[in-house]
């Protein structure tokens, strides 16, 4: 068995797979629109700000988490938007599977 070969073999699949194919589909579309891109690429930024200091472990005020809710529903107002936010999370949560499943492999899961 070579791991490369089956490296490839996984990158085959998860690009075969329903969660990547609608993602993708509807990642075109947003982009097509300049506008909704920009509105999720904003929604994105702060949510990944919200993340990062979670992470270096500062306090996320109420302020802050707010912000990002507001954002959040102004976006999925957006019938194209918030199919394109299922979307993404359904494709996120496969892809935390397949890193569990080879973080569990390396002792790091």
């Not at 993602?23 to 909704?36: G, R």
């Not at 994105?44 to 979670?54: F, S, T």
Request: with cysteine.
């Amino acid at each position: 068995m070579n791991v490369y070969e089956e490296a490839h073999a996984l990158s085959r699949a998860i690009k075969a797979s329903e969660e990547f194919k609608q993602y993708d589909e509807v990642k075109k579309k947003v982009k097509a629109n300049e506008q909704l891109d920009k509105m999720i690429e904003d929604f994105h930024k702060k949510q990944m700000e919200v993340q990062a200091k979670q992470l270096m472990g500062e306090e996320v005020n109420q302020e802050m988490m707010q912000q990002v809710q507001n954002l959040y529903q102004v976006v999925a107002t957006d019938p194209l938007a918030a199919q394109y936010l299922q979307c993404e999370m359904r494709f996120q949560v496969m892809m935390q599977d397949v890193y569990k499943i080879l973080g569990e492999v390396m002792d790091i899961g």
